[in-house]
T-cell receptor, first 114, second 115 residues
Framework: DSGVTQTPKHLITATGQRVTLRCSPR?????VYWYQQSLDQGLQFLIQ???????AKGNILERFSAQQFPDLHSELNLSSLELGDSALYFC?????????????FGEGSRLTVL | QKEVEQDPGPLSVPEGAIVSLNCTYS??????FMWYRQYSRKGPELLMY????GNKEDGRFTAQVDKSSKYISLFIRDSQPSDSATYLC???????????????FGQGTILTVHP
């Protein structure tokens, strides 16, 4: 168990809908990262937050947004969903500045868009 | 062309075999190199971490980095059925402490070790 909790584990929805994925980082970790894993693209970095502030952005679509709350949990909002958004969405957390490259990943939220 | 290329396999070996997993990359700014292991229906977990060129050994695992060739490897000795998983290489340019989590991953190699 990595200590990172993601909900829901599975989500099935229709095109055009909006969903929210939730992540609770490991106790004490101030950084939260969101990654998308699909068969064709692999594991892709979406966005990073540190102590409530956005710190790095990857190939995140404009239809997607995220935030980190004062209690350090994070939410990833996906809107106007398309079939191609079906993927595993991982949250990871870390102690920023540790320099070891160790991200602790949750078990992911599997999104299926029909 | 992707920044990090990794043969997706699948790779199937008998128990006890030496396994070699490899990645190539194109971004010269990458300085930090990692191998993650991902079991089915689980998130990736860090196996090995190396900085710049050289070798690093941890038990049955050895990671090698050759920056001149932009090539990294992971060797698994005396492979076990419990090693069956997807192995992902990952890299970071580490532009600063606040962005080091921006890892670029390879596609992952699916490894099966059969008894």
């Amino acid at each position: 168990d990595s200590g990172v909790t993601q909900t829901p584990k599975h989500l099935i929805t229709a095109t055009g809908q909006r969903v929210t994925l939730r992540c609770s980082p490991r106790s004490g970790d101030l950084s939260v990262y969101w990654y998308q894993q699909s068969l064709d693209q692999g594991l892709q970095f979406l966005i990073q937050y540190y102590n409530g502030e956005e710190r790095a952005k990857g190939n995140i679509l404009e239809r997607f947004s995220a935030q980190q709350f004062p209690d350090l949990h994070s939410e990833l909002n996906l809107s106007s969903l398309e079939l191609g958004d079906s993927a595993l969405y991982f949250c990871a957390s870390s102690v920023v500045g540790a320099g070891t490259g160790e991200l602790f990943f949750g078990e992911g939220s599997r999104l299926t868009v029909l | 062309q992707k920044e990090v290329e990794q043969d997706p396999g699948p790779l199937s070996v008998p128990e006890g075999a030496i396994v070699s997993l490899n990645c190539t990359y194109s971004n010269s700014a990458f300085q930090y190199f990692m191998w993650y292991r991902q079991y089915s229906r689980k998130g990736p977990e860090l196996l090995m971490y190396t900085y710049s060129s050289g070798n690093k050994e941890d038990g049955r695992f050895t990671a090698q980095v050759d920056k001149s060739s932009k090539y990294i490897s992971l060797f698994i000795r005396d492979s076990q059925p419990s090693d069956s998983a997807t192995y992902l290489c990952a890299m970071s340019a580490h532009a600063g402490g606040t962005s080091y989590g921006k890892l670029t991953f390879g596609q992952g190699t699916i490894l099966t070790v059969h008894p």
